[in-house]
């Protein structure tokens, strides 16, 4: 309850109503509800692998007797059992909870075995729960193994006319063999399932060397193994540290195979989907990517599955390369998924916790110590106890006339007993419960044997119970017990997903993949209006612009381009060829293709070359060499390339190609000094390429020195001014530089 306010400010009228702070009441009320959704919901507990419902849906049917082998009986039946006595929330939440346990698609080992209509991998319901039948499987069985022993602790359950486990003795390690998925207030969870076999050799190896880690865990535990099968395409290096932390993700890919169609042709059949991906809902997004043209190396998609898996996609071509037609199929739809996980339980049934492999491990190894202990005590006890009356009955058998002098004789036999032969309350009352027939001389030689060898078995579980070492050893013969049960050989413990390096296409950039390969030439207007023509087109003086607008650059390139953006604020903008609008009208803006600042105009459009290296220029005179790999930017937005401050703007990126600079400002003053002075960066300021008194660059050329230095004139006529020529204008970065040789254009460009 909150904070309570003192009575005497209670306002007149309220009825003597408790008023309370809101605040507290909500955080008080909420924080309860967040722990019961954490604790009794969403979170499995790292002992058994279970959610609450699950355990009780397990213990529900296991007093109906329903074990494997026995008849089914209604889901019904189960569900009523299990809301009436155990679980205090919807019929529809148990159900749904009872039918993912019998669905193979969704467990690795499922715990249920379903008779009826549970459902398939395309996302059809199951039946409802008065049709379909149900019973535990073998793995269940082991869950619940010695939960009668006294193997686990009990507690009421929400009626308090019953009692409920708090947790099972999971002779199976559940939690990492068949996973959990579960959203809580605040956390979750997601633990993919994983192949039993892997797990007991690892849970082996973990108790003859306790201090072991992750990585050396993940000698045995290869990764995940999803019941729908598929490829992991994560590096060796990436599994590591998930399992590490607890937290990550797996890269999971449709299984498929190239099928021969004749006749030169082919087909592509997936035979395997990623694990929680509804098929139907797989082919209707295939089918739609096919209607919108958005899978041009596709020409058709089939669903020809009966009870396996058979997607076969058929290629638009023959020619069609079939890595690279199921990479584009990848990238687009959900036959390549990311499974996340978050190794977030309940350790010892009471604090959230991510775990790693090892630790998850060692929650169950030291769980399944302590039902061992308790198990071997429970035993003890009923032992001592029998010992107790079978030694009681070897007095009577050595006294029988005595005995039955007593009981005929005497009106508290009982008591006479007790004193006449030493013997305990509760000898003295089995003896007299004892039937006349069982005093043969063959139930003395039985009695005698039975003792001998309860005395033995009880100095073993004592034993046992003191030597720890013992106890870890019967701990791993259950262990070999239950990987010979499951192992590999198995049908159901078969390894089902593989692992595979990512292929090399996989670094394919996908989008030119999708796009059709033609060349054309790329127009940008004085006023930054961009378009594309078809086509190389050397002449381009017939092309009209709007208004007085004019040409400001072209260059050729191709649809799969790249295209470059410098804007005077020093970001850098890349717009895709594909994108850029056609040649028979005007164009767009180019500010309506990228999100460039206001205040900001285009300052330089060129296309992208991998591998190419540019000068970068401000009109203050800094400046450096950056390669166009970095400027490659994937948002709107761009991305900084050039820092611009005190007024200062980009002005010029230039290709690097060559072994000299040449700037000139518009001071008029020319300066060649050599390139590797100039620093190589991603983005930043730059250095001083030339000094000013006044003024700033006028414009900027690399060029090789041993061809001379170049430019053109105002008549269009070329000069080029040689090695020995350029002597007196060649310096060091940052000098002021001399006046430009006669000839040079006073419009300060090399043209």
């Known amino acids: 309850m909150g904070k309570t306010v003192d009575p005497n400010s209670i306002p007149p009228g309220s009825d003597g109503a408790e008023l309370v702070n809101l605040k507290d009441a909500l955080e008080e009320r909420y924080l309860a509800y967040a722990l019961s959704t954490i604790m009794g919901r969403a979170l499995p507990d790292a002992r058994d692998g279970l959610k609450p419902v699950h355990r009780r849906i397990l213990y529900g ?31 529809q939440a148990i159900y749904d909870a009872l039918v993912r346990l019998a669905q193979d698609f969704s467990s690795r080992y499922p715990l249920v075995d379903g008779q009826g209509n549970f459902g398939n991998i395309d996302g059809d319901s199951p039946a409802a729960y008065r049709y379909t039948e149900a019973r535990m499987t073998e793995v269940a069985g082991l869950l619940l193994e010695g939960i009668d ?38 956390m979750a969870t997601s633990i993919p399932p994983h192949n039993l076999a892997e797990l007991c050799d690892a849970a082996h190896y973990l108790v003859g060397h306790p201090q072991a880690n992750s990585d050396q865990l993940l000698s045995f535990v290869k990764g995940p193994d999803f019941p729908t099968g598929g490829v992991i ?62 899978l041009p190396l596709v020409a058709d998609i089939r669903d020809e599955s009966a009870e396996d898996v058979r997607v076969v996609i058929e290629p638009r071509a023959r020619t069609v390369e079939p890595e690279l ?91 006479a007993l007790m004193k006449r032969f030493a013997l305990s309350e509760v000898q003295a009352n089995y003896i007299l419960d004892t039937r006349l027939r069982s005093l043969r001389k063959l139930e003395e030689m039985q009695l005698k044997a039975e003792h001998d060898k309860l005395s033995l078995e009880k100095a073993d579980l004592e034993g046992l119970l003191g030597d720890e070492s013992r106890q870890w050893n019967e701990i791993k013969k259950q262990i070999r017990e239950i990987r010979k049960k499951f192992g590999p050989e198995t049908k159901i413990g078969k390894r089902r997903t593989t692992f595979a390096d990512v292929p090399e296409t996989a670094d394919i950039d996908l989008s030119e993949a999708l796009i059709e390969r033609e060349p054309i030439t790329v127009v940008v207007s004085e006023k930054g209006w961009v378009r594309a023509l078809k086509g190389h087109m050397a002449d381009i003086s017939t092309l009209q612009f709007k208004g007085d607008d004019g040409l400001w650059t072209s260059f050729f390139c191709e649809t799969i381009s790249k295209i470059l953006v ?38 330089a459009v060129f296309p992208y070359q991998a591998g190419a290296k540019m000068l970068a220029v ?40 060559g072994d000299h600079v040449a700037i000139i400002g518009e001071n008029r003053k020319l300066l060649v000094f050599p390139l590797d002075q100039v620093p190589e960066m991603a ?23 041993a061809d ?42 090399f043209g």
């Not at 099928?259 to 209707?284: F, N």
């Not at 983005?683 to 020195?705: M, P, S």
Request: hydrophobic share 40%; aromatic share 6%.
């Open 61 to 91: 049917m296991q007093i109906l007797k329903l074990d494997p082998g026995t008849a089914f009986k209604k889901c019904a039946k189960i569900v009523g059992d299990v809301m009436g006595s155990f679980h205090p929330h919807g019929d």
């Open 325 to 415: 037609m199921m990479e584009t199929l990848f990238k687009l739809s959900e036959l390549e998924t990311r499974f996340s996980m978050n190794m977030n339980v309940l350790v010892e049934g009471k604090v959230p916790r991510v775990l790693s492999l090892a630790e998850a491990l060692k929650q169950w190894l030291d769980h399944r110590r302590i039902v061992l202990q308790r198990r071997a005590r429970d035993r003890l006890k009923e032992i001592e106890h029998r010992l107790e009356v079978v030694a009681g009955m070897l007095i009577v058998f050595l006294h029988l006339d005595e005995v039955i002098r007593i009981i005929r004789e005497e009106d508290e036999p009982k008591d």
């Open 149 to 186: 022993e006294d193997a686990i602790d009990f507690r009421e359950n929400y009626s308090g006319d019953q009692k409920e486990p708090v947790v099972l003795p999971a002779a199976f390690p559940n939690m990492l063999a068949n996973g959990a998925q579960g959203i809580a207030v605040g």
């Open 683 to 705: 983005r930043g300021k730059g250095v001083r390429l030339q000094k000013y008194k006044d003024g700033g660059v006028g414009d900027a050329k690399v060029f090789v020195i």
């Open 566 to 603: 410098l804007a005077t604020n020093g970001r850098i903008h890349t717009i895709d060829a594909s994108k850029l609008p056609g040649g028979r009208g005007f164009g767009e803006p180019i500010r309506i293709l990228t999100e460039i600042e206001d205040g900001a105009d285009v300052a």
């Open 233 to 294: 395409v994560d590096s060796e290096d990436s599994i590591k540290e998930t399992y590490r932390t607890g937290r990550g993700s797996f890269r999971v890919r449709a299984r498929w195979e190239k099928e021969d169609a004749g006749r030169g042709t082919w087909v592509a059949v997936i035979t395997e989907i990623p694990y929680m991906v509804q098929k139907s809902r797989l082919i209707e997004k295939l089918a739609e990517l096919l209607n919108d043209k958005k």
């Open 708 to 749: 001379g230095l170049s430019w053109k004139d105002s008549a269009g006529r070329n000069f080029t001014l040689s090695k020995a020529e350029m002597a007196e204008w060649i310096g060091s970065r940052a000098d002021a530089g001399r006046l430009p040789p006669k000839g040079f254009p006073k419009s300060n460009k």
């Open 618 to 657: 401000s009109t203050g005179g800094y400046g450096f060499v950056v390669p166009q790999d970095e400027m490659i930017g994937t948002t709107r937005k761009g991305k900084g390339l050039i820092n611009v401050a005190g007024g200062e703007k980009a002005m010029l990126v230039i290709p690097a190609s």
